[in-house]
């Protein structure tokens, strides 16, 4: 059961997960794996091999239709019309108010019929709320609009979604499709077919997109054959040293990425330009909601920004932790874990632009001891993308 | 070596082992559960308390934290702190692989021994754990 009494989601895997004594957490309202070992075990696999994990709790919500191109774009904040075939955006999906509702993948795609469609990927908290803004902005006589049909299923339960990410994740996965990886461009997918009896002839969708730093992909394919194709990964991966990790390195690795998370970066009282992503804000083009907000909103210096914060000490800085400077209280901390990488406290906050310059001494309270720490550029942690041999 | 059976424990996942000196004074050796390292895991940092200091039952004595979440450690009983063991703060795998013995934590002298008596013993601790799985 969830806070709200609600029986918890499974995914097609849940069985998997347990069978592996997976420490198994609410997260969302989904039953999902913490890890199975250790964070910071399943963390340096992913850097230093592959690291798969399930992430079939991300809410994928598919638009077809004539009408889908324009009825995404008066949504999101990034540009939708003049995407390419097989081209993935990063967009936020905001509310009157010019706030992060959530931030989002969308990506286009043709059918086997040829067909365009677009897959929106949304965070798991954010899926019903999302679902019903989609409902609200289209009643059937926006739906039904002749010529501009817009089809919106919410296909979550029907696809699984693994994530295969670090330096080895294309060795791994190059055997199992039909499609020649090294030339599919990092934010780009295709539909592929998975070259193995378990996949039972079914297609599925293939990106390189992901959320931990290093190369890798992102698979979709149907729940009734995804236990299998998930094993058929994790053998041909051993030699590879790939390792099934959980939502615990996920996080881990995100944020060494400097990645926000929503709930944490991003909420309904951040807007775009605070949260950095001002960049995915297309301010003159179709009209979605919260558009002449951000427009006056542009116009000023945010009040906060987002920065990441390296603690001094062992001791790590946690969601809420007031950062001080000078013994005023200037900002907060969004998110803060302990970094494998760099062997210490990292974390992400809000404070004024004027303290924002990395180099900044602050103190973070954590517990009611003020602990030193400094700002720091995002990302704490950037992969070597030197071609091998040179 | 202690066996679990032998030790006290609080609910709080400490373990409490009472030792008593030829002139009947006590001495609490503190240490945390092999059940609350599990729970833990990943662990990154200990802190515990200088010696001299003043403890009192069921207050925290010092903070173990892991990647996920920080925990309190709660002192099993009033008293002084009479030794801490430092070795262990930069060597948490120790601490993991040998919580009952080299990874004990505090050496407490009670004030008042007869707090002891209403820890938990090891079959109703056992109970606690398998009241609240971890797997």
Known sequence: ?390 | MVAPDQLRYTPTHEWAHIEKAADGTSLVTVGITAYALEALTDLVYIDLPETGRQVKAGQPFGEVESVKAVSELYSPVDGEIVESNTAIVNNLEQLSKDPYQSGWLVRIKPSDPSQLNKLLDYAAYRKLCEENPLH
């Not at chain 1, 929503?262 to 804000?281: K, N, V």
Request: proline share 6%.
């Open chain 1, 1 to 390: 059961m969830d806070a709200n009494n609600k029986p918890l989601l499974r995914t097609p895997l849940y069985e998997w997960h347990t069978s592996r004594g997976a420490r198994m957490v609410d997260f969302s309202g989904w039953e999902m794996p913490l890890f199975y070992s250790s964070i910071i075990e399943e963390h340096h696999a992913t850097r230093s091999a592959v690291g798969l994990t399930d992430i079939s709790h991300m809410g994928r919500l598919r638009f077809e239709g004539p009408g889908a191109a324009v009825f995404l774009a008066e949504l999101l904040t990034r540009r939708v019309a003049d995407m390419q075939l097989g081209q993935i955006r990063y967009s936020l999906v905001t509310n009157y108010q010019g706030g992060i509702m959530d931030d989002v993948l969308v990506g286009y795609y043709h059918n086997a019929h040829g067909q365009p469609f677009y897959v929106l990927v949304v965070n798991a908290c954010n899926r019903e709320k999302i679902v019903r803004w989609v409902q609200q902005h289209l009643p059937p006589e926006r739906a039904l609009r002749r010529g501009q049909e817009v089809l919106f299923s919410d296909v979550t339960p029907l696809w699984a979604m693994f994530a295969i990410s670090g330096p080895r994740s294309m060795a791994l996965l190059q055997p199992l499709v039909d499609v020649d990886l090294q030339w599919m461009k990092y934010y780009r997918g295709a539909q592929v077919r998975i070259l193995h009896p378990a996949a039972k002839r079914q297609g599925g969708i293939l990106s390189r997109t992901g959320y931990t730093g290093e190369d890798g992909f992102e698979l979709s394919i149907g729940a009734e054959v995804a236990a299998e194709i998930w094993e058929v990964l994790l053998e041909y991966g051993k030699s590879l040293g790939a390792t099934p990790t959980g939502l615990g390195a996920r996080d881990t690795l995100r944020l060494e990425a400097g990645m926000p998370l929503y709930g944490h970066e991003l909420t309904e009282q951040i807007d775009p330009f605070q949260a950095g992503l001002g960049y995915t804000c297309y301010l003159t083009g179709y009209d979605f909601p919260g558009r002449d907000v951000l427009l006056q909103i542009q116009q000023r210096r945010p009040a906060l920004v987002r920065v990441g914060l390296e603690a001094q000490g062992q001791r790590i800085p946690r969601q809420g932790c007031a950062i001080l400077r000078d013994g005023a209280v200037i900002g907060t901390v969004t998110s803060g874990t302990f970094s494998p990488t760099l062997q210490k406290p990292i974390a992400m906050g809000y404070i004024p632009p004027q303290h924002a310059v990395p180099g900044t001494a602050v103190h973070i309270d954590i517990r009611g001891r003020a602990e030193p720490a400094t700002v720091v550029e995002l990302p704490f942690y950037r992969r070597d993308r030197t071609p091998k041999g040179t």
